[in-house]
């Protein structure tokens, strides 16, 4: 294949939009980027029985979009043995839910060579390479065996392991060198950065330089944060026009929402227990608010996701057995998708959000909440310690998912919270959210990646 032009960009990510670009989201922000700099976007194709490293055109116009072929056997080895297994247990400090199986790691390998092989004969010798996530963590290296020498990015959006954590790995010896075949990897918080620091400082062969760069096996790269954004704008102008639907509530009574993929990592069971025990102690008794909580299944064929659908089916029926009444339900599970415009919708007409991860990269959902608010009369964003947006969005009441006393407190603090407070919080938030969006993102990062200095938070 003729390799493109100087000068564009390659991104490389497991999920490819194969059909029109959803407006809003990190997958609109990656179309801008390469319309404005032309270029690639390749990701996997369906299953098939093909193990060629071709590409297939899926898509083109200001970039083109392409698919790699992945078979059978290596999506259940590659996708749902190493990628969710095993790395997203890992990332997301549960150790415990490893399933580590033999044949998982060398699919991974096989789908990343594949990966690296189809770029390396996609690219001109001024490309920029831009790699998402944990399902690509060895491309960059296998990249480098291959002799390129082009600029090759990663930016994870999911957290990252400490030392600690990744003693679990089988493979955990290779990791750091992994990292360092990348000119940039690209982090969602400082802690993660830290974390990262940490394991590469351990691995013995890379050495730290006083300007915060790494060397190792003759090449310099840089850990560093990005915390990602949302297209804010179009977010709150979709909340402010679609009218939200009726969800039957009484006269007055407050409404709480959280919108999350169902996976452990999410804090579902603590923050139905949470809402539990406001329930029990809140002061006003004749208060019946509704917490409705969107949480889609993902996944459903791993025993750990079924684990969690069924303790949070539990808690919720304990829960509105214990308070419900006649004309009230205390909780609302709803465990399929809802769609955007319409979750836009429940956040600007939400008094509370709940946004309480026992560990999250970003979590937007944090971000999507306060776009949506009437600044006139703002809903208050609770938050977990825990999200990386905590980094950012310290005016939320933040709480500790882990303590459901105190995250109980939380919730009467904030259905009670003066209007002038509320407003005072969200202006904050807004102001955060508005000017570090997802465009802010985008621009830092390849500026960065690029040889740019960096762009301060």
Do not use: C
Not at 88 to 115: C, K, M, S, T
Not at 241 to 246: C, E, I, T
Not at 304 to 326: F, K, T
Request: proline share 6%; aromatic share 8%.
């Amino acid at each position: 294949m003729e390799p493109r032009p100087n000068g564009q960009l390659l991104v490389l990510s497991n999920r490819i939009p194969k059909g029109d670009v959803p407006a809003g989201g990190l997958v609109y922000a990656l179309h801008e980027a390469l319309t404005g700099a032309g270029g690639t976007w390749i990701g996997t194709a369906d299953p098939s029985h093909s193990a060629e490293p071709v590409l297939s055109p899926i898509g083109s116009g200001d970039y083109d979009r392409m698919t790699f072929p992945v078979t059978g056997t290596e999506y259940d080895g590659f996708y749902l043995g190493y990628a969710n297994g095993v790395l997203w247990p890992l990332f997301h400090h549960r150790a415990d839910l490893l399933d580590i199986q033999e044949g998982h790691f060398d699919a991974y390998a096989a789908v990343n060579r594949r990966a690296a092989r189809v770029i390396a004969d996609r690219i001109g010798p001024e490309d920029t390479i831009w790699i998402h996530d944990y399902h690509f963590l060895m491309v960059a290296s296998e990249l480098r065996k291959l002799g390129v020498e082009n600029r090759i990015g990663l930016f994870l959006h999911i957290p990252f392991p400490n030392v600690t954590d990744i003693m679990a790995l089988p493979e955990a010896s290779m990791l750091a060198g992994w990292l360092a075949a990348h000119d940039l990897v690209g982090l969602q918080t400082e802690r993660d950065v830290a974390a990262a620091n940490d394991i590469v400082a351990q691995d013995g062969q890379a050495q730290h330089l006083n300007d915060g760069t790494w060397v190792r096996d003759g090449r310099v790269f840089n850990v560093e944060a990005f915390p990602i954004g949302i297209d804010a704008k179009g977010f709150a102008e979709t909340a402010a026009r679609v009218p939200a639907p009726d969800l039957l509530l009484r006269p007055g009574a407050p409404l709480l929402i959280g919108v999350d993929r169902l996976d452990y990592s999410k804090g579902l069971v603590h923050r139905f227990e949470a809402f539990g025990e406001f329930l029990e102690r809140r002061a006003d008794q004749t208060i019946r608010p509704t917490f409705l909580q969107i949480a889609p299944g993902s996944r459903e064929d791993v025993s750990a996701y079924q684990d969690i659908r069924e303790e949070l089916e539990r808690a919720a029926g304990s829960i509105n057995g214990e308070h419900a009444s006649l004309d009230w339900t205390p909780i609302r599970y709803i465990r399929h998708h809802i769609d955007r415009d319409t979750i836009a919708a429940l956040y600007r007409k939400a008094d509370v959000a709940l946004v309480t991860p026992l560990a999250d990269g970003m979590n937007l959902v944090a971000k999507e909440f306060v776009a949506a608010q009437d600044p006139e009369d703002p809903g208050v964003l609770i938050l977990s310690h825990f999200a990386g947006a905590s980094e950012q969005m310290d005016s939320a009441l933040m709480v500790n998912p882990f303590d459901a006393g105190s995250f109980a407190q939380a919730i009467e603090q904030a259905l009670t919270m003066p209007l002038a407070e509320r407003q005072a919080r969200h202006a904050s938030l807004r102001d955060s959210v508005f000017e570090q969006d997802v465009a802010w993102w985008t621009d830092r990062y390849l500026k960065r990646l690029r040889g740019g200095s960096m762009v301060p938070v």
